[in-house]
């Protein structure tokens, strides 16, 4: 008999200790996965921040937007002759994107302020090249002209001039634009060539701040059939391509990169920039630098990569909201029960062990030793469910990461002005645009941690209640359950 009750208890331990194991165990593997999706959905962010400033910039400062009706916005301008009949045609006007600059000694001024690793300065163009040919028409006489009307001064055109009409004239023109950015090649760790890698060819060398030489997108050179050794042309100037680049995110910065001072010279903008590319020296003082920047270097408008999710729209930012805020909540809700259940559990299997701890107290056991023995068995409970609940969130983001769903993110207009995401700096177009981005869900040993200190904390929180509940049996209650 005594044997049939021990192995009866035993199962019950099992059961009681499977539950508790598998409620810590859910909890612990939700929050893994929140975690590593919301590290994914972060990583995503870095991404279009990448595909517009490069690798490393933590905030980029552009001129302040002129106020409205200060300033009409110059339109570009082309010459013809319209008398050259038949000939082909070309001509290109060379802009700077968003019309709006800074003085190249901005970027030194920028470096100088606390909190600022590297700074470097990048020109920012959009060039318009058209093609084509006038045509001149062929005179067509009417054949009333000159017979109805009679007599000298006669005619409807008067002065005996005929009447008639033009065939066949007109022209044909090709627009084409392209984007232009002047990088400094002294400083090629920073900036938006940083988001792409070399596929073809070589970079720019450190000693080419002057020299007629270009790195095309591997995009652009495909469709304009361009390759390493061959030139492009930008307001008459033919540069040698050296390199064709291949951007990581899938969009690149602009379709053609020249030096410098080369893109200062075609769009005649001696010393002047649009966009300071900032690399800041710790990452949680990204807001300090900020400040700074804002409050000693007037005229500016600094954008940080916090500033870049508030314009990212799309299923990109949707997931985001949902991974911070509904699955925090859940994932804490999820906790707590858990915790609630785990420490229930135990307590209800400590009140039916009653008989065991009050003979135990009996034989003299103190009650912090009883305390201890429940304590110590809820704690094995709670490491039980954490390695349970780490694999399975670990096999959660693996799942998550091998599908990699699609997200987008769509980024907002930036309104024409110099400041903000698009105005001053080198995106493919002032317009919005929309990036895929695939979602991975990477497990970092922090969380791996975190779930460790859950496992441990569910256990004692388990072990607080029925500890408790075991310091105050009585070794009477023990003898009254005797049979």
Same mark, same amino acid.
């Given at each position: 008999?005594?044997?049939?009750?021990?192995?009866?208890?035993?199962?019950?331990?099992?059961?009681?200790?499977?539950?508790?194991?598998?409620?810590?165990?859910?909890?612990?593997?939700?929050?893994?996965?929140?975690?590593?999706?919301?590290?994914?959905?972060?990583?995503?962010?870095?991404?279009?921040?990448? $595909?517009?400033?490069?690798? %490393? !910039? #933590?905030? =980029?400062?552009?001129?302040?937007?002129?106020?409205?009706? @200060?300033?009409? +916005? /110059?339109?570009?301008?082309?010459?013809?002759?319209?008398?050259?009949?038949?000939?082909?045609?070309?001509?290109?006007?060379?802009?700077?994107?968003?019309?709006?600059?800074?003085?190249?000694?901005?970027?030194?001024?920028?470096?100088?302020?606390?909190?600022?690793?590297?700074?470097?300065?990048?020109?920012?163009?959009?060039?318009?090249?058209?093609?084509?040919?006038?045509?001149?028409?062929?005179?067509?006489?009417?054949?009333?002209?000159?017979?109805?009307?009679?007599?000298?001064?006669?005619?409807?055109?008067?002065?005996?001039?005929?009447?008639?009409?033009?065939?066949?004239?007109?022209?044909?023109?090709?627009?084409? $634009?392209?984007?232009?950015? %002047? !990088? #400094?090649? =002294?400083?090629?760790?920073?900036?938006?060539?940083?988001? @792409?890698?070399? +596929? /073809?060819?070589?970079?720019?060398?450190?000693?080419?701040?002057?020299?007629?030489?270009?790195?095309?997108?591997?995009?652009?050179?495909?469709?304009?059939?361009?390759?390493?050794?061959?030139?492009?042309?930008?307001?008459?100037?033919?540069?040698?391509?050296?390199?064709?680049?291949?951007?990581?995110?899938?969009?690149?910065?602009?379709?053609?990169?020249?030096?410098?001072?080369?893109?200062?010279?075609?769009?005649?903008?001696?010393?002047?920039?649009?966009?300071?590319?900032?690399?800041?020296?710790?990452?949680?003082?990204?807001?300090?630098?900020?400040?700074?920047?804002?409050?000693?270097?007037?005229?500016?408008?600094?954008?940080?990569?916090?500033?870049?999710? #508030?314009?990212?729209?799309?299923?990109?930012?949707?997931?985001?909201?949902?991974?911070?805020?509904?699955?925090?909540?859940?994932?804490?809700?999820?906790?707590?029960?858990?915790?609630?259940?785990?420490?229930?559990?135990?307590?209800?299997?400590?009140?039916?062990?009653?008989?065991?701890?009050?003979?135990?107290?009996?034989?003299?056991?103190?009650?912090?030793?009883?305390?201890?023995?429940?304590?110590?068995?809820?704690?094995?409970?709670?490491?039980?469910?954490?390695?349970?609940?780490?694999?399975?969130?670990?096999?959660?983001?693996?799942?998550?990461?091998?599908?990699?769903?699609?997200?987008?993110?769509?980024?907002?207009?930036?309104?024409?002005?110099?400041?903000?995401?698009?105005?001053?700096?080198?995106?493919?177009?002032?317009?919005?645009?929309?990036? #895929?981005?695939?979602?991975?869900?990477?497990?970092?040993?922090?969380?791996?941690?975190?779930?460790?200190?859950?496992?441990?904390?569910?256990?004692?929180?388990?072990?607080?209640?029925?500890?408790?509940?075991?310091?105050?049996?009585?070794?009477?209650?023990?003898?009254?359950?005797?049979?």
């Amino acid at each position: 008999m005594f044997f049939t009750y021990l192995r009866r208890e035993l199962r019950r331990r099992r059961k009681a200790a499977l539950v508790v194991a598998s409620g810590l165990a859910l909890g612990i593997a939700l929050v893994i996965i929140v975690s590593s999706v919301s590290v994914g959905m972060s990583k995503a962010q870095d991404k279009v921040l990448e $595909s517009l400033y490069g690798l %490393g !910039t #933590d905030m =980029t400062v552009t001129k302040a937007a002129a106020a409205q009706g @200060s300033g009409g +916005t /110059e339109r570009p301008r082309f010459e013809f002759d319209a008398e050259d009949d038949d000939a082909t045609q070309s001509t290109d006007r060379v802009m700077v994107q968003g019309f709006q600059t800074l003085a190249a000694g901005t970027v030194d001024t920028v470096g100088e302020q606390d909190g600022v690793a590297n700074a470097v300065g990048g020109l920012s163009l959009t060039v318009m090249k058209v093609d084509g040919q006038f045509k001149r028409g062929e005179f067509k006489q009417d054949e009333s002209s000159g017979q109805s009307q009679g007599g000298p001064g006669g005619g409807q055109g008067g002065g005996g001039q005929p009447q008639g009409r033009v065939e066949g004239g007109g022209a044909s023109f090709d627009v084409n $634009s392209f984007t232009v950015y %002047g !990088t #400094d090649v =002294t400083q090629q760790d920073l900036g938006p060539l940083t988001s @792409s890698r070399i +596929t /073809e060819g070589r970079t720019f060398k450190a000693s080419e701040t002057d020299a007629e030489v270009a790195v095309v997108d591997s995009a652009y050179a495909k469709e304009k059939e361009l390759a390493v050794g061959k030139t492009v042309t930008v307001s008459g100037t033919a540069y040698t391509i050296v390199g064709v680049s291949t951007a990581d995110s899938g969009d690149a910065a602009a379709d053609v990169y020249i030096p410098l001072k080369q893109a200062q010279t075609v769009a005649d903008s001696k010393d002047k920039i649009t966009t300071v590319y900032v690399q800041a020296a710790d990452s949680q003082q990204i807001d300090t630098v900020k400040a700074a920047i804002q409050k000693n270097v007037s005229g500016t408008t600094v954008t940080t990569s916090a500033d870049l999710a #508030d314009t990212v729209s799309g299923s990109l930012s949707t997931a985001s909201d949902l991974a911070s805020s509904v699955g925090k909540w859940l994932s804490i809700a999820v906790l707590v029960a858990a915790f609630l259940v785990a420490g229930l559990l135990t307590s209800s299997a400590v009140s039916r062990r009653v008989r065991e701890f009050g003979t135990l107290k009996a034989l003299g056991w103190k009650s912090g030793r009883v305390t201890r023995q429940v304590i110590g068995e809820a704690l094995v409970n709670g490491l039980m469910g954490g390695v349970l609940g780490i694999a399975v969130g670990l096999a959660g983001a693996y799942a998550v990461t091998a599908v990699s769903p699609t997200l987008t993110a769509q980024l907002g207009s930036s309104g024409g002005g110099g400041g903000g995401m698009g105005g001053g700096g080198p995106g493919r177009q002032t317009a919005s645009r929309t990036l #895929d981005i695939a979602l991975t869900a990477p497990v970092s040993l922090t969380t791996i941690l975190v779930a460790v200190a859950l496992a441990v904390a569910g256990g004692l929180v388990a072990g607080a209640f029925g500890g408790w509940r075991a310091s105050r049996l009585r070794p009477a209650d023990a003898l009254r359950r005797v049979a």
